[in-house]
């Protein structure tokens, strides 16, 4: 239940930053609301959920807004294995980092795609703007206390249910024994 | 001391009984009109201004009544209004795709925008037509202002358009006033740069560019664009030229595509060296 619900938030958020969040006006900035999804999945799911519902999630922004098709499922399983490995055996798996942590990643996921993809295809993206990445990191940072308070909210809840229903189940099983 | 008044009275009536012959307006009948002229005046006003005071008193108690609906007229009638301006707003820009489709010499196919890539890095829109529609690959799309983009991956009923202005596409044009020609590389939300522009050519703010025609299948002529800022370096050959895209990539809702352009972008987009597309 946790993941589908998960997965439809992850649908809706691709469809909507790539429909109504386009009629925001540049000054307020569209935060990349996907890139909080993959960030909070590497801090909550485990590892086989997490790589799968990230590479979904890339896959699908893939077919809907890809050029070189796969860049955006490689980028967020690079972003969930990243982020993953780090809170797992750092003391940075303190809840207080990992708001910071999600727009240092993304400030340094911007640093090396334009890199990479400098390299391998050079003169297919626009020039490098400091004031542009900048501008993108402190909107994501601003968008992602709020997101992760509802998705923590969303995770819980479903969690719970998870929880209850398996102590329901048990129960009602050993009734019959 | 009755008996008295009622002779009075009675004279009175006789006197101006007889006055009353002849027709006449007489001193009895200007007097009695000068007696009466103020009190009727004065009972006019007093009227009118008790029925002043009643009709504003009577009146407060609608007024409310009366300003909220007439608020809810005015809402209702802005509402009207936005409506209408926005109808004859879609009027204006579908009367103007009209034409330019009446006008297109060549078969295109009308595609609604349905997305719009959300990464700064890479330009590109989805439309609502695909295989099924006669859509493939390479396919030019065009809307009534200039160029938009070109066909680069397509599903039964979508395709997916990279916008010109991505800094992958690459379109020869010319300046329209001095037919001198170029290369017009996309720079992503900047617009384009127009490349390999001598610098003894004339090129100055404000002049338009149109694709160079070169190819034959892609007609020569269409907008790409105005030069938007000229600049002269001491080292090197050329120009920098910077131009404003024609066609406003930010609000794309409609978009022709040429079904006689199939592959015929890439006579006149020069793809880049590694480019996998």
């Known amino acids: 239940m946790l993941l589908v619900f998960f997965l439809i938030l992850g649908v809706f958020l691709i469809v909507a930053q790539t429909t109504f969040f386009q009629l925001f006006p540049d000054w307020l900035g569209r935060p990349d609301f996907l890139y909080i999804l993959v960030a909070f999945a590497a801090y909550r799911l485990g590892w086989v959920t997490g790589l799968l519902y990230v590479f979904l999630l890339g896959w699908m922004l893939d077919v809907v807004s890809g050029i070189h098709l796969g860049i955006y499922p490689l980028q967020n399983i690079l972003v969930f294995t990243g982020l993953k490995l780090l809170t797992e055996s750092s003391p940075l798996r303190e809840g207080a980092y990992e708001v910071p942590l999600v727009g240092l990643s993304y400030f340094l996921v911007q640093i090396g795609f334009y890199f990479v993809h400098s390299v391998m295809i050079p003169g297919t993206l626009p020039v490098w703007s400091w004031d542009k990445i900048f501008q993108d990191t402190m909107i994501l940072l601003l968008a992602t206390i709020p997101a992760f308070v509802l998705l923590n909210y969303f995770f819980e809840f479903f969690r719970s249910r998870r929880i209850v229903h398996r102590v329901i189940r048990r129960g009602s099983s050993n009734q019959f024994r | ?277």
């Open chain 2, 1 to 277: 001391m009755t008996k008295v008044v009622l002779l009075l009275i009675l004279v009175c009536s006789l006197i101006l009984f007889a006055a009353s012959f002849g027709g006449r307006f007489g001193p009895f009948h200007q007097i009695t009109l000068d007696t009466l002229g103020p009190v009727q005046s004065l009972f006019t006003s007093v009227s009118q201004g008790v029925e002043q005071v009643w009709d504003d008193y009577v009146a407060l108690w609608s007024v409310r009544d009366e300003n909220k609906r007439l608020r809810a007229m005015l809402e209702e009638y802005n509402e009207k209004l936005n409506e209408y301006t926005e109808a004859y707003s879609t009027y204006l820009g579908l009367h103007q795709k009209l034409r330019f489709k009446e006008k297109d010499p060549f078969p295109s196919i009308t595609a609604r925008v349905v997305g719009k890539g959300p990464s700064y890095w890479f330009q590109t829109i989805v439309i609502d037509r695909g295989e099924n529609d006669g859509i493939v690959d390479g396919m030019v799309a065009r809307n009534e202002k200039g160029v938009v983009g070109q066909v680069i991956q397509v599903s039964p009923n979508y395709s997916k358009i990279l916008l010109a202005n991505a800094p992958s596409s690459a379109i020869d044009a010319m300046v329209q006033k001095s037919r001198v020609r170029g290369i017009l590389k996309g720079a992503g939300q900047r617009g384009y740069i127009l490349h390999y522009v001598l610098k003894k050519a004339d090129v100055t703010v404000g002049d338009r560019i149109v694709t160079a025609g070169i190819g034959g299948i892609f007609p020569s002529g269409i907008p790409l664009g105005r030069v938007s800022a000229v600049r002269k370096k001491q080292r090197g050959m050329f120009q920098e030229i910077e131009v404003e895209p024609a066609v406003d990539f930010q609000r794309l809702e409609v978009v022709f595509v040429n079904l006689t352009e199939k592959l015929s972008w890439e006579a006149e987009m020069h793809r880049p060296m590694g480019a996998d597309y």
